[in-house]
Each structure stands twice: as C-alpha cells, then as structure tokens.
C-alpha cells in the first residue's frame, strides 16, 4: 500500500485539475461563464426552485378527454365505412365509455361486427340481441392508452417549455396522470400557464355549406363550431364545420411569427404526405370555405381560389404578435394528446431561496470546521493530510455538479453537509488500524501497509451499502428526496477517491521524504 504507482499518481492529479476546472465557471457571472470559449468548461451549478425562486404547477392529463375523442372518431369512422357497405343502422353513437349502434337487418350483423372489428382494434366487442352491437375499451388497451398518453403529454409539455427559453426546468411525472413542473427563475408564470393550457390541435376542415347558416340544423357528421369573429350582432361567429378532418397539425414540420401585408401571420409547412393531402383537397374542392381550427375553434375560414400545391400556408387572423408567435411555438411544438389541467400552482420568491442558501453556508462552513478541528486534535499530521483531501472532496462534489448539470436543491445542500461529515470516516478507520499495528509494535511502513490493507474491505462494505441506498431514493424518490440521493451519492464517490488515493498518496509522499523512525498519529 506504500507503493505508489505513476499511473496513480496521474490519475489523482487529472480528476483534481478536472473538479477544479469545472468548478472554477461558479465564481464567475452566469453571463460571463457563458461567453468563455466552447473548449472550457462553462456550467455552472443550478440552482433549484427552492433555493433560486420560480414556479410549481401540478399537471393533471384529462385522460377521460381523449377515450371520449377517439369513441367520436370510431362513430364517425363506422359511418362512413356501413354506408359504404351499404348497411343500414339506428342508433349510432357514443353511450358511457362504449360505442353502440343496431342493425337493421339481422342477416347483415356479422358483415357489420366484421366492419366494427376492423374500426376497434383493441375495443372489446359485445352483441345484445336484436342486431345491437356494443364495443368498448378494455383494460388492457385503457392502461396502454394511459400510459402513452402521460409519457406524450410531458415530451410536448417539455419541447413547450425549452421552446421559451427557460433553463434547467424539471419535469417529471408524478402518480399515474399528473406531471410535475418546476420552472426555477421564472417570475410570471402565467406566459406558460397559457401555453401548456392550450392543446393546440390543428386541424383543417371544410364548412358544411348544406348547414343553415346560424348552425340551427345541423347534419350528421358535422358540428357548430364558434370563431374569434363577430357577426352583425357582436356575438361569435358560428361555423358549421364538417367532423372529417383532411389535414392535421401532426403533418406540419415548421411553423413560424411573421407578417404579411403588415399584419402579424403564422406561416407553416407539411411534410411530403401533409403537403399532398393539403394539395389533393384544395385542388379538387376550389370555391369552397376551407376552415383552420384550432383547439375547436375556428381561427379562419378562408375560401379555396386555387390550388395550393407546395405544402406551406399561412394562418390569419385578428391576432397581436405575441400571441402570433405563442402560436407558432405551440405548433412547433405539436398538440397535446389531451388536456392539462392545474391543479396546484405555487411561486417561490428569490428571498426565501437566498436564506436557504446563506443557511446552507453557515451549516456547511460550521461542519467543515469541526471536522477539520477533530482530525487535527485526535490525529495531528495525518489528520491535516485528511483536512486538506476533504477540502478537495468538497471541490470535486461541486465541480461534479457542475459538470453533470445536476440541479442543486435544499435537501441537496443537506446531502453535502452530510457527506463533509462522512467524507472522513474512511480515514478515520484507516488511522485507527494504523494506530492498532503501531501498538503491536510495527514500523511506520509495515504498520500503513496493513492499516490500509484491513481497513480496505470495511470502508468498501460501508460506503457501498450507503451508495445503494442513495440509489434507491433516486430511483423510487421524487423532487427533494432525488437532490439528496444525488449530492449524497456523489459524496461517497468522490470521498472514497480521497480516502483511498489522496490522502495515502500524501502520506507515501511524506513517508518517502521524512523517512520517520515512528509514528505520530
């Protein structure tokens, strides 16, 4: 253990220079730390919402929302495909969680029970006499739907935020519909409020020109839909918009705020199969209303003059540029498979955040000084040498921060001043292994071989067995409870380093120089 490879010694002195390198961009201005060269380490540690200030919102996915949708869409669907067919039917429609409709014809059911087969999918399909069939969702498609749904809401809920520039925010979900969202810095929420209320479903449909024009009959197969616009009378436009959709928002590839004939525009384009079924449906249907609807309300309803082949469009309409430019975010963005709503909503002013900063200070500089003060008392020289390893142990933890982008939270904080205060207890088994072989007679050389030797697999055991359980906090942790499990894991590694390889090779490099005939510990 006296042997101290040159490897080692490189080892030791790179992972130094490295936490000193990335902790050094935290002395500096964020501002400043960003304009240096794309080659130096420029992260700094974030800080999280508790310490630095911001908002919380708890997010609920309204899955009940889109089961409801994708029953409207099998009736529609099922419409189109018995008419087709040539089947005749009562009764078709949406009851409870559960799409029914009868049969005329009993000698036609199976034909029609092949065709709902074929619309379901996963629906579990039930007959109920007298040529009524019944299809609905089952358990395991509700829990896949559940689950896809959650996991697709935070990807857009996340693309939305980044798309506004926010740093570091956390989002994580919470439960089986909720999603968590912490926004550290952010002082108005109500910009994203606004944003992730919307789900911003693009769609294009036609105007049911059949319709009365005040929306009084409405066939099967369209809906009364209302518009930003005023009639005569001051009161929102009502459109009769047809239920089949011809293009939607999932086919767009860009869209961006800009003008046309001095007024704020959102401009768009399709990908290859979008641009074709934008190109097919305006060519075959020139002098009809086209409307553009967003979230069920109908943003224009322009008339077709021509053909539009190339696959881009414009969205008009009396709007300011901010919300011009929310617009074109929310689309890049892409709609969310169901609503949001707010459940809770909390801000976090940034005095709170500093006093849980300066506190963390003070418990920090307070632990490192007793510490320090013990080992110089119980073990002198060798306790200087653990002094000054747990003085690099704290600038390695901050430098891994920094490099890892960890967020640093209050219980994170917690995590450090536990792990200055644990960072020493490898050194304090050594030491006293060291002190047992000095007792028994030994010379310094034999008695550091084996104190390091014995105490080896204990410090292993029980740094090992803490590290596991910060493992486990992370994985099965939320919010606060993941900031400790990060700091403290990092801790024990970044510990153990200095335990075992800094502190022995100063004491090597004292042993070789001095050449002591006894030990002092």
């Known amino acids: 253990m006296v042997q101290y490879p040159r490897w080692q010694l490189f080892l030791v002195l790179a992972v130094i220079l490295l936490g000193l390198a990335f902790v050094s961009p935290n002395l500096l201005k964020r501002e400043t730390a960003d304009g240096l060269p794309g080659w130096v380490p420029s ?9 630095q200030g911001g908002s919380y919102l708890l997010l609920e996915v309204d899955l009940a929302e889109v089961m409801r ?13 018995l008419r087709r067919a040539k089947i005749g039917y009562t009764g078709l429609g949406v009851d409870g969680d559960a799409v029914v409709f009868t049969v ?30 019944r299809a609905e969702f089952t358990k395991q498609a509700i829990e896949e739907r559940r689950v896809g749904i959650v996991q697709q809401s935070i990807e857009i809920v996340r693309r939305r935020i980044d798309e506004t520039g926010t740093r570091e925010p956390s989002i994580q979900r919470q439960g089986e519909q909720r999603i968590l969202v912490q926004l550290p810095g952010v002082r108005d929420p109500e910009r994203i409020k606004s944003l992730l209320g919307k789900t911003a479903k693009l769609t294009f449909r036609f105007v049911d020109e059949t319709a009365a024009a005040d929306g009084s ?59 074709k079924r934008f190109a097919d449906a305006t ?27 190339g696959g881009r469009g414009i969205i008009s309409g009396s709007f300011t540029t901010q919300e011009v430019q929310d617009l074109a975010l929310l689309l890049r963005a892409g709609a969310l498979p169901a609503p949001l709503t707010i459940l809770e909503e909390r801000s976090v002013g940034p005095g709170l955040g500093a006093d849980s900063i300066a506190a963390g200070k003070i418990a920090s500089i307070l632990g490192m000084v007793f510490v320090v003060v013990f080992m110089g008392i119980i073990y002198g020289l060798f306790g200087l040498m653990a002094n000054v390893a747990l003085i690099l142990n704290l600038v390695l933890i901050l430098g891994a921060l920094s490099g890892l982008q960890a967020t640093l939270t209050l219980p ?55 590290l596991i359980a910060a493992l486990l906090l992370f994985q099965f942790g939320t919010g606060p409870v ?17 335990a075992i390889m800094l502190t022995r090779l100063l004491i090597v490099v004292w042993l070789r120089r001095r050449r002591p005939q006894a030990l002092a510990i």
């Open 69 to 81: 949708e994708q029953l409207d869409n099998l009736v529609e669907s099922l419409r189109i495909d």
């Open 104 to 133: 005329r014809d009993e000698a036609s059911l199976d034909q029609a029970r092949e065709i709902l087969f074929r619309s379901a999918g996963q629906l579990l399909i039930e007959s109920s006499g007298g040529g009524g069939l």
């Open 217 to 275: 009959r409405v066939p099967a197969g369209s809906e009364v839909l209302l518009s930003d616009e005023l009639d005569p009378y001051g009161n929102p436009r009502r459109y009769v918009i047809k239920k089949r959709i011809m293009v939607g928002g999932d086919s767009l590839t860009d869209a961006a705020a800009t003008f046309q004939d001095g007024q704020p525009v959102v401009s768009f384009n399709f990908d290859g199969v979008g641009a």
């Open 482 to 498: 993941k900031g400790f499990a990060v700091t403290l894991a990092i801790g024990l590694i970044t510990s153990m380093f200095t």
């Open 283 to 309: 060519r075959q249907n020139v002098g009809r209303a086209f409307a553009i609807v967003l979230d069920n309300q109908v943003i224009s309803a322009p008339v077709i003059r021509e053909p539009i082949l």
């Open 43 to 51: 992260q700094q540690i974030n800080l999280g919402l508790d310490l």
């Open 412 to 466: 994170g904080i917690a995590g450090i001043v536990l792990t200055i205060g644990m960072a020493v207890d490898a050194n304090v088994l050594i030491f006293e292994r060291i002190r047992e072989e000095v007792r028994e007679g030994r010379g310094p050389v034999t008695a550091i071989d084996a104190g390091y030797r014995r105490a080896m697999s204990t410090i292993i055991d029980s740094n090992l067995t803490t």
